[in-house]
């Protein structure tokens, strides 16, 4: 944040808002960009061959008594609330374009264009160019 503040030249003395200046910047929250790479990881794993490593781990789980007190958050509890936010299914992982645009959401500003192109959405959606 201090970096996005310092390229619009403006200082916490200004009492901008954060949500203002990523806004201004077209910029994304980290929470969001982070949940987008989990989304995108999943999905990449879910349309891997059963036999993948990343799928045998992901299934992967140990017998014995789990530990006392309160459960360790796990990669996968954290995915799933990711998908019940993008109401988003294990199945859907399945068709990329659906699954591309859930993850995404609203924002296909940021979508790279070939992208958009192949789903032919290009005239629907304004897109940014790099300069």
């Not at 009492?15 to 999943?42: H, M, P, T």
């Amino acid at each position: 944040m201090k970096m996005l503040r310092w390229m619009c030249g403006v200082t916490r003395a200004d009492r901008i808002r954060n949500e203002y200046i990523r806004g201004s910047l077209a910029v994304r929250d980290v929470a969001e960009k982070l949940q987008e790479c989990r989304l995108r990881w999943f999905g990449h794993v879910c349309r891997s061959p059963a036999d993948y490593v990343g799928n045998i781990c992901l299934n992967l789980t140990l017998d014995g008594p789990r530990p006392q007190g309160r459960p360790k958050k796990r990669w996968l509890d954290v995915v799933k609330a990711d998908m019940s936010v993008n109401v988003l299914t294990r199945d859907d992982a399945q068709d990329r374009t659906k699954w591309r645009k859930a993850r995404w959401g609203e924002s296909l500003l940021s979508l790279p264009k070939r992208w958009l192109s192949q789903q032919g959405d290009e005239d629907e959606y304004e897109v940014r160019s790099g300069s």
